[in-house]
């Protein structure tokens, strides 16, 4: 009788899967995409935000920028804008964040919210090395050249274009250092850590230098570079400052700094 039963279930049992009643193996399910950070920058900023000779973003800021979309779990998606539409383009809500090098100030912060700062440099005029500068009023009659819509145009604007310095605003930073050195300018007023990244370490910039003292008057410079943001989105803000803490906190923020630079850019 055992065997009888035996024979009736492996039959039993043949049957189901040639009628295909066998359960098949569940297919791996792929991991679902992360939801997009759309950055904004301008990439003419070096070594902050430029691009390797492929086109692609790079830079202090893109790495922190990827940073901190890895502890937020987001993908950085990077939307190129020029600087003087920076914040109307966020406004706009052509990208979520700006990630750029944006000073915190009390004008820009009527209009948009910041993180917390995730670096902090002064700026510095540059012009020939051989000016003869004893003050500001010295440099009456130089042309210099400015990042329209920088915290160092309305330095320019307030400091210099008064003692009479020809101030000409420009879109981008690297079409200021073009200009310097075809001749059309005599220098200009830049973060003291790009425009040496970006002229004074170079061929062209041979022969120019650092003049006058270290501008980081809170009125002009504001409180360091932080993530802006659009005002109300709190929760956004919230990650966003936990990120800038735990980066500092877990090396990455050294790793990535020490990529770039051979001292604290964090500041003061």
Same mark, same amino acid.
């Given at each position: 009788?055992?065997? =009888? !039963? ?28 992360? /939801? ?11 070594? @902050?935000? @430029? ?17 901190l979309c890895a502890e937020i779990k987001r993908q950085c998606v990077y939307v190129e804008q020029v600087w003087d539409s920076? =914040? /109307? $383009? ?7 964040? =700006? ?14 919210? *910041?993180?917390? !700062?995730? +670096? ?8 020939? &090395? ?38 000409? /605003? +420009? ?5 200021? +250092? ?12 830049a973060d003291s850590v790009e425009v040496t990244g970006g002229f004074l370490s170079k061929p062209e910039g041979a022969g120019?230098? @650092?003049? $006058? /003292? ?6 002009? @410079?504001?409180?360091g570079a932080g993530v802006a943001l659009r005002q109300g989105e709190t929760q956004l803000k919230d990650e966003l400052n &936990? ?15 020490? !990529? +770039? *630079? ?7």
């Amino acid at each position: 009788m055992n065997t =009888i !039963k035996l024979t009736m279930a492996v039959l039993a049992t043949a049957a189901l899967v040639a009628c295909g009643k066998t359960e098949a193996p569940v297919a791996a399910t792929a991991p679902a995409a992360l /939801p997009e950070l759309k950055v904004a920058i301008d990439p003419t900023y070096e070594p @902050f935000t @430029f691009k390797t000779a492929d086109g692609k973003p790079t830079g202090f800021d893109v790495d922190i920028a990827e940073a901190l979309c890895a502890e937020i779990k987001r993908q950085c998606v990077y939307v190129e804008q020029v600087w003087d539409s920076m =914040i /109307p $383009g966020l406004q706009a809500k052509k990208y979520d964040v =700006i990630i750029s090098s944006m000073s915190i100030t009390d004008e820009r912060k009527k209009v948009v919210d *910041f993180t917390d !700062k995730y +670096y902090n440099t002064p700026s510095r005029i540059v012009v020939k &090395a051989d000016t003869a500068f004893t003050d500001l009023a010295s440099l009456k009659g130089k042309k210099i050249g400015v990042l329209k819509g920088s915290t160092q145009e309305k330095y320019a604007m307030g400091e210099l274009k008064t003692v009479g310095v020809n101030v000409v /605003p +420009y879109e981008a930073q690297d079409q200021v +250092y073009l200009d310097i050195k075809s001749g059309r300018l005599d220098g200009t007023v830049a973060d003291s850590v790009e425009v040496t990244g970006g002229f004074l370490s170079k061929p062209e910039g041979a022969g120019y230098g @650092f003049v $006058g /003292p270290v501008l980081a008057d809170t009125k002009y @410079f504001g409180y360091g570079a932080g993530v802006a943001l659009r005002q109300g989105e709190t929760q956004l803000k919230d990650e966003l400052n &936990a990120a800038i803490k735990a980066i500092r906190a877990n090396g990455t923020y050294d790793t990535v700094s020490k !990529k +770039y *630079f051979n001292f604290d850019v964090y500041g003061e």
